[in-house]
């Protein structure tokens, strides 16, 4: 064995090798990866192997999609057998609120590139004769969908590694994992022990033990997953003496079940309540093809519901319980991407649908390895998206919830209750005896809307307008014509100080600094290829020292991005002030009479101005920004303070009309003045130039990470628009992002939000479409739902465009 390798895989599950096949492929031949036993005996040996395409997650659906479609190359290359079969896959539906989320996935798919084809009962009867199709309203069908024998797709994506130069080391136990002075990384093993530039953790089971080696709390937790395959039915036998295809993939949603053939017979997966988590702190050191006991009574309801469906299971014997563990998260997606506080340590874990994942897991995170940065946006995947608030007992709470909820209904706006509340800022019960349903970032409870004139406390989820609805438009209405009063603690904050503050700084983000102390900035960081990592509000407190904020969902990833690229010679220190500085914005036209009565402070100073101020008798920074297009402060306060501050707004708003609003009045507002939100319409997918950020973007400042990058990607061409779309006809559902934007049928871009703007009366949404369809004027259509809508395209700002109402002096 190799002292020595660029890239050291820990792992030999399909995750792991297909990571170690990437970087080969990628030209890096001197990578390594280490199994502590065989390839494949994790978890990987054990899977269904199915492939499934459907995912409501635009990251993970590319991933997916990049899988299947590799696969299907993978036995040419190789000239090994992967036991590919594209028999294509069927979803279930029984109930309107289904069919809404196969709609809203069909957008989803088609804006990546993914087939979706739309089935009646009937149909669904041709493709699987099997199946009882009593109850159903219709079906989904994916065409490319099918499944593989993980163990084949392993072997050949490992000897497709080892043809490029990559080695593999199996029955090799790491021991140990530290990092020199210097910054390369040391690999201690039962072997030996290899110098390395990176470090993959793809361990799946062993995920938190591996991170523990250099300080990490994975948030992985493996979950108890049960399957049965029964003996062969005579039915299916005969299709195949007949020559009949195999019959495709089946999901009954509602029942929570996947079915499929196999070998002659029918292999029936649940995904159950009540399923446990397992290795929790990780497995035996001699862990090696384990599984469980089965516990059939789990499975019992689901059985019934495959049985009523198909009827021919209930007519075989089991042959064979299959009870493994598979890696959760606690948003049942993976984590594939950088770790955090550590450089070069990369993670590729937490893969509850690793066989399908694994192909483009690799492919990204290879890019990212190599290149420096992915080529899809990541942000759905990304390790940093939770924080240390995920601890061990929050992690079993969420991630069983996680499996538990495989096959419900995905809602756009649906709020998971399991390890809540957490997080709460001190005016969380005040907040809730007006009325607040909360949603949750980051593990924060921040109200996202409230429950008045008699409507139950209660989240009412839909992918159309909902109960909330009108509710929504009173918050909105608030703050058009009083004022509203938001909790936004959940914000990330930190300050940046130091005699070096101001050049770090100035090189980290694309816009020119806050020059006079007190004043305001909206800063991007750009990645290297020139789109948008990171957004943040920037204050200048000092000549060496700046207040930041950013979004509460991206507090690690933002502060991981800044600590990252900090110069390590001392000259600048990072304080992180999230959980020291609750946040509570007042806005609306009655917002300056009421800091007036109740706050010492200069009320008149401009928009983008900050100022030292009390509200009551505690101390504020009160910074005059907000999100929502109005008259509006964002008052920033030691946490201790707050429910002082809030009763003091109360008492002296009651006459002028203030009431609380929420998260979703705020999307609503944000829409009608063409905002840009991170993961949304600004992404690394698109320049900083493409999603219209062209005044905040200055290159003419100097130097500033991706710079160069993005005045080359202007010189190339861009893709892509930002546009704001009026869209007409919209009776009870308005885009949610995501939507096809289509020109007589054929698709020309993708919404990336949309909302009802009850300012304005209209349904709105913002979006990317092609440079030559960008004007003003322009006619297209967006798929929503079940429907297309005619949209045409609208200036920029489309409530207040001169700002008015939010410089008013």
Known sequence: MNSHARVVVIGGGVVGVSTLYHLAAKGWSDVMLLERKELTSGSTWHAAGLLPLFNMSYSVGQIHKYSVKFYQTLEEETGQDVGLRKVGNIRLAMSPDRMDEYRQYAGVARTIGVEVEFLTPDEVKALWPMCVTDGLIGAIRHPEDGYIQPADLTSALAKGARSRGATIHRNTTVLGISQTAGGEWRVETDKGTITCEHVVSATGNFARKTGAMVG??????????????????????????????????????????YMREENGGLLLGPYEKGAPCCYVDGPDADSEYELFNPDIDRLDPHIESAINRVPAFGELG?????????????????????????????????????????????????EWIVEGEPTIDMLGVEPRRFGDYATRGYLIAKNEEAYANVFTVHYPDEERPAA??????????????????????????RPNWFATDGMAQK??????????FEAIGRECRTVERDVGLLDMTAFAKCRIAGPGAERFLDRLVANRLPQKRGRIGLCHALNSNGGVHSEFTIQREADDSFYLVSAGAFQRLDHDWLLKHMP??????????????????????????LLSRVGQGDWSLPWLSGQDAEIGLAPTKALRVNFVGELGWELHHPIEYQNHIFDALMAGGEDLGLKPFGIRAMDSLRIEKSYRMIGAELSIEYSAFESGLDRFVRPDKGDFIGR????????????????????QSTNDADPLGNNPITLDGELVGRTTGGNYGFRLGKTLALGMVRPELAALGTELSVDVLDSVRSATIVAESPYDPENARLRAA
Not at 223 to 228: G, S
Not at 237 to 247: N, S, V
Not at 321 to 350: C, H, M, Q, R
Not at 430 to 438: D, E, N, Q, S
Request: glycine content about 12%; proline content about 7%; hydrophobic content about 40%.
């Open 318 to 366: 089991v042959k064979e319980v299959y009870n493994g563990a598979i890696p959760y998260t606690p948003d049942g997606s993976p984590i594939i991407g950088p770790a955090w506080g550590l450089k070069n340590f990369w993670l590729n874990e937490g893969h509850s649908f690793g066989i399908t994942a694994a192909g483009g897991a690799g492919w990204q995170l290879a």
């Open 568 to 593: 390590d010679d001392g000259s600048v220190t990072y304080q992180n002030l999230t959980g020291a500085m609750g946040v509570l914005v007042v806005a609306g036209p009655n917002a300056r009479e």
């Open 420 to 445: 809540r509340p957490l997080r709460q800022a001190p005016c969380y019960d005040r907040m809730k005896a007006l009325g607040a349903v909360f949603g949750q970032k980051f593990g924060w409870e």
């Open 708 to 727: 160069d990058a993005l005045l080359a990607w202007q010189d190339r061409g861009v893709d892509n628009a930002f546009v704001t779309l009026e869209v």
């Open 459 to 468: 989240d009412d989820w839909s992918f159309r307008r909902s109960k909330w």
């Open 216 to 257: 990490l709390d994975v948030p992985v937790i493996p979950v108890e997953h049960q399957f049965i395959v029964t003996e062969p039915h005579p039915e299916i036998r005969q299709r195949r003496a007949d020559g009949l295809p195999e019959m495709g993939v089946l999901r009954e949603s509602d029942g929570s079940w």
